[in-house]
C-alpha cells in the first residue's frame, strides 16, 4: 500500500494551504473538499497523478 501524506501550512496571514501525495484521480479531490469544509479555495492545482491514474483507467477501457 502506498503511503500518504498531507502538508497543512497556515502562514503569519492566516492563509492556508494543502498539499496531498500518495493520492490519485478524484480521491484527491475527495481529500481536500474534507479539509477544506465551508471554506473558499482561492486557487487550486492538480498534480501529474491526478491524471496518472485517470489515463490509466481510459485507456484499459479502449482496449476492452
Given at each position: 500500500?502506498q503511503?500518504?501524506?498531507?502538508?497543512?501550512?497556515?502562514?503569519?496571514?492566516?492563509?492556508?494551504?494543502?498539499?496531498?501525495?500518495?493520492?490519485?484521480?478524484?480521491?484527491?479531490?475527495d481529500?481536500?473538499?474534507?479539509?477544506?469544509?465551508?471554506?473558499?479555495?482561492?486557487?487550486?492545482?492538480?498534480?501529474?497523478?491526478?491524471?496518472?491514474?485517470?489515463?490509466?483507467?481510459?485507456?484499459?477501457?479502449?482496449?476492452?
Open positions: 500500500m503511503e500518504k501524506l498531507i502538508t497543512v501550512e497556515i502562514d503569519e496571514n492566516g492563509n492556508s494551504s494543502i498539499d496531498l501525495e500518495g493520492f490519485h484521480g478524484q480521491a484527491c479531490g481529500v481536500a473538499k474534507d479539509f477544506r469544509g465551508g471554506d473558499s479555495v482561492t486557487q487550486s492545482s492538480k498534480k501529474r497523478e491526478f491524471y496518472t491514474k485517470t489515463v490509466a483507467v481510459r485507456q484499459s477501457q479502449r482496449q476492452t
